[in-house]
């Protein structure tokens, strides 16, 4: 099992959990992104730099996932596209997306960006609290005791 990030957009806090989490249990985390991106010195963090534009990292993360893997991302086109190959996604808030939960998720997200195509301020995320990293981290422990579990 590999962990990919979705990193052009991960926040700090949550590279940092991760970096932490990929020492601890002794699994490779890569951070994906269209620009380079600072990861600690280490064996079982890496960086892959993809080319510009849209989807890119994204498009390289789908080609890269295996079964099992698990992807930290918002986007939830994403999360869908990594459920469909048997993969596993994680918000950045904390909530795992399922196969259960994904097409609602994408129907909701499908209807705010009409919203805003029409000119409707729907306004963005808010900001990233401390209760939000604490959900992040105690998923990530249950997802990763229960997957090292099964080894």
């Known amino acids: 099992m590999k962990i990919w990030v979705d990193a052009d957009a991960c926040p700090v ?8 989490a990929a020492e601890r249990v002794k ?12 990861v600690p010195p280490s064996r079982f963090v890496r960086m892959l730099q993809v080319g510009a534009g849209f989807d890119v990292a994204d498009q390289e993360i789908v080609a890269r996932v295996e079964p099992g893997d698990l992807v930290i991302t918002a986007d939830i086109p994403l999360a869908a596209e990594v ?23 994408l129907d909701m997200r499908n209807f705010m960006e009409t919203l ?3 000119g409707v301020d729907t306004g963005g995320p808010s900001a990233l609290h401390p209760r939000d990293r604490q959900a992040f981290a105690n998923q990530l422990d249950r997802f990763l005791h229960q997957r090292l579990a099964q080894k």
């Open 13 to 20: 806090a949550i590279k940092e959990i991760l970096f932490r």
């Open 27 to 38: 699994l490779t985390v890569t951070l994906v992104a269209n620009q380079p991106v600072r």
């Open 83 to 105: 459920i469909a190959k048997g993969g596993h996604a994680l918000n950045p808030r904390g909530e795992m997306y399922s196969a259960e939960t994904i097409r609602s998720r």
């Open 116 to 118: 805003r195509a029409s």
